[in-house]
């Protein structure tokens, strides 16, 4: 029904939506097709785009038989994000590579790969789906053994022609329950209830069985990773208190060392705590996800600790850092409250907004997790190191490009919050601008408000206090605009501003200080050492500061909207660029000293 939406409208199925969109990136046919366009399940609760059916907002079914797909799924687990998906048919098509992987798809009932050109080994993965009903793999190029199936839901079973299929048919109820048609065409596959026995292979096979043996292995290594990971989880949400941690500096996510007794637990229990772990860890971006096993047993260095929780840096195996962000003190929310809250900062998408990769909901933990940003925050780049020899001086050119990337994560953000379901910034400073190996800005912590109680988040949040917050403790866009114009005082003046200075920092009150100067007519003073020795930007460096006066502004209704700092910064940062090229010509160059004065964006006095 069109417009029947759920009260909880903010939810932006942008983890489902990337997945069907990665997955049609794969096959022209789909890039092609007309109707895979727009919101699929979300605002109709039906699907427009052919083949896929939608059930509670949900992808339930992508089904594509006999549709001309042909091209390979890199992505082993790009369709991770449609958790719903019971029904997968892609039939007859000619689609390459190595099979998907079904981890985190645990509601599949039934999966029709057959006559495609598949290679590699069958997915361990569907060990996991309990309500396999119907399982074909048919007619592909599938090797190595056949997993140890044993579902009692599965009636259906076709592995037949694969040609490379090889080891003994493993004796569980389920996989000896099918007929040997489900088995034919395997030369290297023997045993019950195929049709080649076991005695009979020839001598040759000895490879395959190695083969198998290694790929039983492997299944089982993979097996013992999980449960290491379930119980490193369990065993990390017991670890001491964050204040405790990061005393410590760093601490250690891995537990092989300890005597994990894997005998005392059933397969079945197993199974079990590996499916509670898999659901309780959602990435929300396709191609965001990471190796879990890695995750945990990697160790984890304290990178602070912030007003919601604490921060580690996380080294996986394959160099990628990753961070972990432990919240805490937040409000009492149910798996789906959080998720719904998750979904809507994963729809944030911004060039200048650091994306969320996933979260862990668990009863008492709760983490995020994001991609490290190597080059520190903005809090260390203005005011690290200022008297030491590692000092690398912070120019003003690169100081208004943070300034503009800043300003346009702020209203990305602004322009996608609904003022209905609010989740402005909320807590806007030095420390949440991030600078990746690049030194690209990336704004993070961006809508905690949305999951700390009110009174948490009015002592909390709102770095620069702006004086409408400390009457009505109300946080809004106007005291993130508020706060946006402190950074930018902070950036010019090189001054730590007492409200945002991390823990054991000394500040002056920044904006008092800056409104004095103006008051007082100081001169270049004003501006950090630093960036005055360039006078050829003395011009933009006075704008910015105007820019900062008037998002400071006492009254919330003079300030600006971050869409017109936005277009005040581009023309700041065209004519930088036009006295950049002017100052190879030193006569062109004022040597005026700048003051800054009030101009037309600067109202009130003070
Ligand atoms: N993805 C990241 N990459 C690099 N450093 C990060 C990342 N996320 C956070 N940090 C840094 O880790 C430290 C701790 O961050 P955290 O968010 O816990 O606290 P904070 O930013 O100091 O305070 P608050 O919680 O009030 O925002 C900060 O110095 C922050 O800049």
Redesign the pocket.
């Known amino acids: 029904v069109i417009g029947d939406v759920p009260d909880n409208d903010t939810r932006y199925f942008v983890g489902e939506q990337d997945a069907l969109l990665a997955f049609r990136q794969a096959f022209r046919r789909l890039r092609d097709e007309p109707s895979w366009k727009g919101l699929h399940c979300l605002l109709h609760n039906y699907s427009t785009w052919h083949g896929i059916t939608c059930l509670n907002y949900h992808v339930t079914a992508i089904d594509l038989p006999d549709f001309g797909l042909s091209g390979q799924l890199d992505d082993p687990l790009v369709l991770a994000n449609l958790t719903e998906l019971t029904v997968l048919s892609l039939r007859n098509n000619s689609i390459q590579g190595a099979m998907l992987d079904f981890y985190f798809n645990l509601e599949l009932t039934s999966i029709d790969f057959s006559m495609n050109m598949l290679s590699g080994p069958i997915s361990d993965s569907l060990l996991y789906l309990d309500s396999l009903e119907s399982l074909r793999l048919d007619h592909n190029m599938l090797n190595g053994a056949i997993p140890p199936l044993n579902q009692s839901s599965l009636k259906a079973l076709n592995l037949s022609y694969n040609y490379y299929l090889t080891g003994e048919i493993p004796r569980t109820a389920t996989l000896q329950s099918f007929d040997e048609s489900s088995y034919l065409g395997n030369p290297g596959l023997c045993g019950n209830p195929g049709p080649i026995s076991c005695q009979n292979r020839p001598k040759e096979k000895t490879s395959s069985f190695s083969n198998g043996l290694l790929l039983a292995a492997s299944v089982i290594l993979s097996v013992t990773m999980l449960i290491f990971l379930a119980r490193s989880i369990r065993d990390y949400c017991m670890e001491p208190k964050e204040s405790e941690v990061v005393k410590e500096k760093s601490f250690q996510l891995d537990f092989s060392g300890v005597n994990v007794n894997r005998d005392n637990l059933t397969s079945e229990e197993r199974r079990e705590v590996v499916k509670e772990v898999r659901k309780k860890i959602t990435f929300v971006r396709a191609g965001g996800g990471f190796d879990l096993d890695n995750l945990l047993k990697a160790s984890a260095d304290g990178?602070?600790?912030?007003?919601?929780?604490?921060?580690y840096?996380v080294v996986l195996d394959d160099a990628r850092s990753i961070?972990v962000?432990r919240l805490r003190e937040l409000s009492p929310l149910s798996s789906e409250e959080f998720s719904i809250r998750m979904r809507a900062l994963a729809a944030m998408d911004h060039p200048n907004v650091?994306p969320l990769l996933g979260y862990y909901y668990g009863q008492d933990e709760k983490l995020l997790f994001?991609?490290?940003?190597?080059n520190?925050?903005l809090?260390?780049r203005i005011h690290g190191e200022r008297k030491g020899p590692n000092r690398i001086p912070f120019k003003w050119s690169s100081r208004l490009s943070v300034a503009h990337g800043v300003a346009r994560a702020m209203k990305h953000l602004h322009l996608n919050t609904k003022e209905s379901t609010a989740i402005p910034h909320g807590?806007l400073?030095s420390?949440?601008v991030?600078l990746d190996e690049n030194d690209v800005v990336?704004v993070?912590?961006y809508g905690?408000v949305s999951l700390v109680p009110p009174s948490l988040a009015v002592r909390?949040?709102v770095?620069y206090k702006s004086p409408d917050y400390q009457h009505q403790h109300k946080i809004s866009k106007k005291t993130d605009i508020w706060s946006y114009g402190c950074l930018l005082l902070e950036l010019l003046t090189g001054k730590i501003s007492a409200h945002s200075a991390?823990e054991g920092i000394q500040g002056v009150e920044l904006c008092n200080w800056v409104h004095r100067a103006v008051r007082e007519e100081w001169t270049a003073e004003v501006f950090d050492a630093e960036i005055t020795e360039d006078k050829s930007a003395w011009k933009g460096m006075v704008r910015l500061m105007e820019i900062g006066l008037w998002c400071i502004e006492i009254s919330p209704d003079k300030r600006p909207e971050m869409g017109e700092v936005v277009r005040e910064l581009e023309g700041i940062l065209a004519s930088n660029c036009d006295s950049e090229e002017d100052s190879t010509d030193r006569s062109s160059v004022s040597e005026a000293t700048p003051t800054v004065g009030r101009g037309g964006a600067v109202g009130d006095e003070w």
Request: glycine content about 12%; overall charge positive; some cysteine.
């Open positions: 990178l602070g600790k912030g007003s919601f929780g604490s921060c840096k961070v962000k650091l994001f991609n490290f940003a190597q520190g925050n809090f260390n807590n400073k420390t949440n991030l990336l993070c912590d905690l909390r949040m770095s991390p």
